[in-house]
């Protein structure tokens, strides 16, 4: 369930690219108007938006953008304003350069996308960056963390319902046994990682529930740690927010609200400024 | 360039499978009139033939030629009106059941497809298979082998002209060290191969001619493998043929005929009766 809400009465793309000028203009920059914009159309929409600002003010609006916004509250129109699959590559290309910190974030987008989603977000990782996810990722890391990345990275999961209980058993088996050795980095246990459908691997997993099979359980954890962090991480916050605004976030936020208070509040409290009423309003606040 | 023929004036969708229902009518089957429709209709043309075949006659044509052909013929047959992503989900997923003989198949599809119609193919083989290629790579494979295919069937290389010659440089040195060493499954040199685009993999690899770079190299030799054997393959003659008619069989004739003879000659020499003659309608002889 998504949090983005869209007004009953959408202003002509025509007009939204005018105030998004006039947001533009003059000293300073009207961030309120930007944020009652993107913050408050959908992904068609905002699509429609970038094309038609390219074609009446001869300049990308992701480049407007960043020139006048900086910081958290840049990082967050734009992640907001990208579709599904330009934020995905985006995001794998930045945690291609930081790997220490955001090893993370190319788990997250191989494992917590649907298939087609993640060759989306490879061909847009073509278009932007004239190169492979995989080269970048392949390149960029080595032992068994790339021997563990690499397949889930250029997984094409089948996605039906289908599950081979004969399968699960014996595969579970082998789970158990190298889990149990601590061999984490088996081939087996990657490759069944890696291949396997979800439902099949639900099946194999049985009682354990894990980021694959349900990924709200792991982003409100993401969350929790992001903002409970001695210095809130922006950088985790906006990813998870932008990514999931217009998917499940509601899921999320309900998640998160069970664990101890509404995540609207923990947002207010933790960050400030046009950066907090962007967050606020890709979580469902204020007039759409 | 292609070698598969399609007459000047194509008869209606209708009359086509009006006439493939008349081949299949009474005691015998006209074989001839079979290969005159399937061998000179393009992809699309075959794909509308299917669909106004299975819609007027009630069953899917694959299924009666099936019921009507046996052996090579049949074989040739229907891999020759699949189309190309069917046909490869077809060849991979028999290819996964039949180890030894059969590795070279998924190292083709994996090398020699465009990046888009890899793709299409793990799409294929979803929808016909109700699970995923490297699922079935994965757990039928194992070692080294598995090490080098795995990443090979997942690839989408980035297909772009651009060249890096620094990187070009220092990954040429890695492959003459490992290939030196004889370490064939070192990691790296994996990657490298698995991961980057071909035009990079070219400047790498410089001086040397592979099956990535070179297709029709690569698919010449295995023509001439398969004819020149003791009892013919038709396994392999029959792959190649339905595989390239329509792309490239043309550049991959002339090459054949370099090294020795007319590639339909050999092909004359060593088939006989229809699958013979489905060959060489495929290789552009007859009246389209």
Redo the contacts between chains.
């Keep these: 369930m998504s949090t983005l809400t869209v007004p009953a009465q959408v202003p002509s793309v025509t007009e939204d690219c005018e105030q998004l000028r006039k947001a533009f203009e003059g000293r300073g920059t009207n961030k309120q108007l930007i944020i009652s914009i993107l913050a408050h159309r959908n992904a068609a929409q905002r699509k429609l938006i970038r094309q038609t600002y390219a074609d009446t003010c001869g300049e990308d609006l992701l480049k407007s953008l960043g020139k006048e916004l900086t910081n958290d509250f840049e990082r967050v129109v734009l992640l907001g304003t990208l579709d599904r699959a330009e934020r995905d590559a985006f995001l794998a290309n930045e945690a291609t350069k930081r790997w220490t910190s955001s090893n993370q974030v190319l788990m997250e987008i191989a494992c917590t996308r649907f298939s087609k989603q993640l060759?989306e977000a490879?061909?847009a990782y073509?278009a932007r960056y004239?190169?492979?996810?995989?080269?970048d990722?392949?390149?960029h890391t080595?032992g068994d963390f790339?021997?563990l990345l690499?397949?889930l990275v250029?997984?094409?999961?089948?996605?039906?319902d289908?599950v081979n209980i004969t399968l699960a058993k014996s595969e579970a088996k082998i789970l158990n046994e190298k889990i149990s050795d601590k061999a984490y980095n088996d081939?087996d246990l990657i490759?069944i990682l890696?291949?396997?459908?979800k439902a099949q691997i639900n099946a194999t997993l049985n009682q354990y529930k894990n980021c694959l099979v349900h990924p709200e359980h792991y982003f409100e954890k993401i969350l929790h740690l992001a903002i409970n962090k001695q210095g809130t991480d922006e950088g985790a916050l906006t990813r998870v927010v932008t990514t999931w605004a217009e998917v499940d976030l509601k899921v999320i936020k309900d998640e998160y609200q069970r664990n101890g208070v509404p995540l609207d509040r923990a947002v207010v409290k933790d960050t400030s400024g046009d950066y907090e009423k962007m967050l606020l309003a890709l979580l469902g606040h204020g007039d759409a």
């Design positions: 060759i490879r061909q073509h004239k190169k492979s996810l995989e080269e990722v392949g390149y080595n790339r021997k690499l397949p250029t997984a094409y999961r089948y996605e039906g289908e081939e490759r890696a291949t396997r459908s």
